[in-house]
Structure formats: structure tokens, C-alpha cells
């Protein structure tokens, strides 16, 4: 079964920080990832696809890379509204989540 | 604008059923494969089940197989989530969302979710 582990699980961060977001695939996914931000009793928001590409409206301080088995979500430079719980997905054979990172204010 | 609104939650006993629905406009929504994915109260997100854009290819959880069957008539613009013998465990708000394209794709489009609880 195809696992996706994100790191870390808990993220403590300032306003204007640069914040990384880890995901690893058990197996190789190619490019097949996207990440979501979902806020409490919120329904989860698409913000990347193909693992680097910004779905439209999301801001550019979001970005994603990487491919194969090792992905990054990026903030350049933390907003007030980006306080959330981030989870990467992949869709390259059904369809897995990570188990979420919560981003809170420091 | 796309729109998804779920219904049909509610309480439910230990290995009784529900029939979760999903209707769906701002968009063409025969063209698009779709999904169900729950989220127990606290938690993370589990994908429950998807369909095709006709209908014809269906795919599960292996935490719901042969349990959950998942349908849609392209006709009414709806999805459907039919889920009998309920565990404590499907405890969990159910999302619908739409793919962004493709048999497997990015979940671009989500409804507001709707609470199953299963409790004796």
C-alpha cells in the first residue's frame, strides 16, 4: 500500500518566515502530488498540482517541488491567513493523503 | 462557479446505512471523475472512494470495500455514497470533491461536508 509521511507534524512559526513542509512517498509517484490547506471546519483548498504547479487564485508565496518519492511545500513568507493544517496527496495509483501538518503561530 | 453541496449525513446505528448524496453545478459535471473523502472529528483526511467521469470504473478504500458503493447519475448531476455494515471507525465528516481531470487527478472543487456519526 502506498504510504505518504509528512514532516513535520507540527510547524511553530512566525509572521514573515520562511516555512518548508516535507512529504515522502513509499513508492515512486512521479510527479503525481498535490497540497491542500484546510483551516478548522473548513472543507480542504487546493493549492498545488503536479507537484510544483499553483492552482489558480492561490498566492505565490506557495510552491512545491521535488518528484519521485521526496516533496516540498514552500511559504516564502508567512501570512497571517496561511495559519493551517497543510496535507500533501498523491494520485498516481488512487488516491493517499499525508497525515497533515499544522502550522501555528509561534 | 463550482458548486458541491452533500447531504444526507446524520446518526446511524452500529451496521446500519446511509445514503450520502452529493449535488453538483457551475460545471460539467459528466466530464469529471469524482470522489468521497471522510474526515474523522480531530483528524486527517482519508480518500473513500471515486468514480469515473461515465460511471463505468469505480475504485475504494481497502477500509471500505465491499461496504461503501459509490454511483452517480450524470443525468441529475449527482454523486452517491451508499454505506452499510457502519463502524464506529466511519465516524467522520464526508467530503465529495471533483477532479481537476484525468481518471486520477488533483481534488480541485470540495462540498462542505456532511456528519455521519455512528453510535449505538
Known amino acids: 500500500d502506498m504510504q505518504m509521511t509528512q514532516s513535520p507534524s507540527t510547524l511553530s512559526a512566525s509572521v514573515g518566515d520562511r516555512v518548508t513542509i516535507t512529504c515522502r512517498a513509499s513508492?515512486?509517484?512521479?510527479?503525481?502530488l498535490a497540497w491542500y490547506q484546510q483551516k478548522p471546519g473548513k472543507a480542504p483548498k487546493l493549492l498545488i498540482y503536479k507537484a510544483s504547479s499553483l492552482e489558480s487564485g492561490v498566492p505565490s508565496r506557495f510552491s512545491g517541488s521535488g518528484s519521485g518519492t521526496e516533496f516540498t511545500l514552500t511559504i516564502s513568507s508567512l501570512q497571517p491567513d496561511d495559519f493551517a493544517t497543510y496535507y500533501c496527496?498523491?494520485?498516481?495509483?488512487?488516491?493517499?493523503f499525508g497525515q497533515g501538518t499544522k502550522v501555528e503561530i509561534k | 462557479e463550482v458548486q458541491l453541496l452533500e447531504s444526507g449525513g446524520g446518526l446511524v446505528q452500529p451496521g446500519g446505512s446511509l445514503r450520502l448524496s452529493c449535488a453538483a453545478s457551475?460545471?460539467?459535471?459528466?466530464?469529471?471523475?469524482m470522489s468521497w473523502v471522510r474526515q474523522t472529528p480531530g483528524k486527517g483526511l482519508e480518500w473513500v472512494s471515486g468514480i469515473s467521469a461515465n460511471g463505468g470504473s469505480t475504485y475504494y478504500a481497502d477500509s471500505v470495500k465491499g461496504r461503501f458503493t459509490i454511483s452517480r447519475d450524470n443525468s441529475k448531476n449527482m454523486l452517491y455514497l451508499q454505506v452499510n455494515s457502519q463502524r464506529a471507525e466511519d465516524t467522520a465528516v464526508y467530503y465529495c470533491a471533483k477532479g481537476a481531470g484525468g481518471i486520477f487527478s488533483a481534488l480541485n472543487s470540495w462540498g462542505q461536508g456532511t456528519l455521519v456519526t455512528v453510535s449505538s
Open positions: 513508492q515512486s509517484i512521479s510527479s503525481w
Open positions: 457551475g460545471f460539467t459535471f459528466r466530464s469529471y471523475c
Open positions: 496527496q498523491q494520485y498516481n495509483s488512487l488516491w493517499t
